[in-house]
């Protein structure tokens, strides 16, 4: 397998069969403003930093490079494309002021690096390491994110947690601080870095992603994304992107519908149900009143009779029964395999990490069924 990537695991996470379509079979994703406006402001970082002695670029150097480098695909127009390059400026000449005010040299710069966990290679590139006078060191990573990172973000960030794996195993020095720099206020965003557990999770997370590709499990799970570039090969809305290209058609297995006529038809059908619903739960209760307040168990209409009965429910103490059972030997014979319980075990701090880990290892599908679920679609437009 080839190495993988910060990118590509968080793509499996958020949908395996995305990740597919892009890193297997090798769909291009549309050019995106927002991407090629990173990239750009990622290189301008990099030449602000990357040199052999000081001082760093000066600012007319830097805005300079800046508009040599600057990406245009994926603006939707000129007037957009404008706007931004002009705040591309701004921030490259306030991040100007800041580091050329302090400068210090890196220890690295858009360093490349490839790590190995139980056989599983990733590889990535760290935008900066600093060294800290501690003798430490400090991680940046630049974004070009809308919002500043919040403390939680920051210390979930899988990204800034995989860059510090590899930069202890390339350096053998302990990272000291994690940053997000916020480069449209440019502002870094720190945090301490991972203990050991969340380090140990995350190796476990890389080798589970690995795990899936390989053994190519790669459904399609819906998430904030959707619909994705890749939208025409995804189960959930394949047949809305052909339906619109094609004709709705009739099959035998809609006996003569078509399929938004079968679809609105259950909705419709749905909705009357629980209409329904809630007019036989009001009638019901009406009735049970008008019983229990004249003191009869039995009303009747011209045609139908309803009988009214309290019924009681028995059941058993656990307690009890089990007082009661265990000194004979029969307890585990009224004990079965409790799925609930077991998730609760999996879910609980006090279980040893191991057992837990074991226990999610035998996971399997043993069965399944079908849901249909619905959605408004007018409302979301
Ligand atoms: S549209 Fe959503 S669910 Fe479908 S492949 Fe793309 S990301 Fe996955």
């Not at 958020?14 to 050019?31: N, T």
């Amino acid at each position: 397998m080839k190495p993988l990537s910060y990118t590509q695991i968080a793509l499996y996470q958020s949908c395996p069969l995305c990740y597919k379509l892009q890193y297997i079979d090798g769909l291009e994703p549309k050019d995106k403003w927002y991407f090629s406006f990173g990239s750009t402001m990622h290189l301008c970082a990099e030449y602000f930093f990357k040199i052999r002695v000081p001082p760093p670029p000066s600012l007319d150097e830097l805005l300079e490079f800046y508009e040599q480098n600057w990406l245009s695909a994926g603006y939707e127009s000129a007037e957009e494309e404008a706007k931004y390059k002009a705040y591309g400026r701004e921030i490259l000449s306030r991040f100007w002021e800041i580091h050329s005010a302090d400068f210090r040299m890196p220890i690295a710069v858009e360093r490349i690096f490839y790590i190995d966990i139980d056989g599983v290679k990733l590889r990535g590139f760290i935008d900066r390491v600093d060294k800290l006078d501690s003798g430490g060191l400090s991680i940046v990573d630049y974004k070009t994110n809308k919002e500043l990172f919040t403390t939680d973000y920051l210390e979930k960030d899988l990204q800034l947690t995989l860059y510090q794996l590899a930069a202890e195993q390339t350096w053998h020095i302990p990272v000291e601080r994690l940053t997000l720099y916020h480069l449209r206020s440019n502002t870094p965003c720190s945090c301490e870095p991972r203990n050991e557990a969340q380090l140990d999770e995350a190796r476990h997370l890389a080798l589970e992603v690995a795990n899936g590709i390989a053994q190519e499990r790669f459904p399609a799970i819906e998430n904030d994304y959707c619909p994705c570039d890749f939208a025409e090969h995804c189960p959930y809305y394949r047949q809305k992107y052909v339906e619109i290209v094609a004709e709705p058609k009739e099959t035998d297995i809609l006996r003569g519908m078509t399929i938004d006529e079968a679809v609105e038809g259950f909705v419709s059908l749905q909705n009357q149900i629980k209409q329904l619903q809630l007019q036989l739960d009001e009638i019901k209760q009406m009735v049970t009143d008008f019983c229990q307040a004249e003191g009869l168990n039995r009303v009747y209409g011209k045609e139908h009779a309803i009988t009214y009965k309290l019924v009681e429910r028995a059941g058993f103490s656990e307690d009890e029964v089990r007082a009661l059972l265990e000194p004979e030997g029969l307890w585990n014979r009224v004990l079965s395999f409790d799925q609930s319980r077991l998730k609760q075990l999996l879910t609980d701090e006090e279980t040893a990490k191991g057992i837990r880990d074991k226990l999610e290892g035998l996971k399997r599908v043993i069965s399944t069924y079908p849901r249909l679920s619905v959605r408004r679609l007018i409302e979301e437009e």
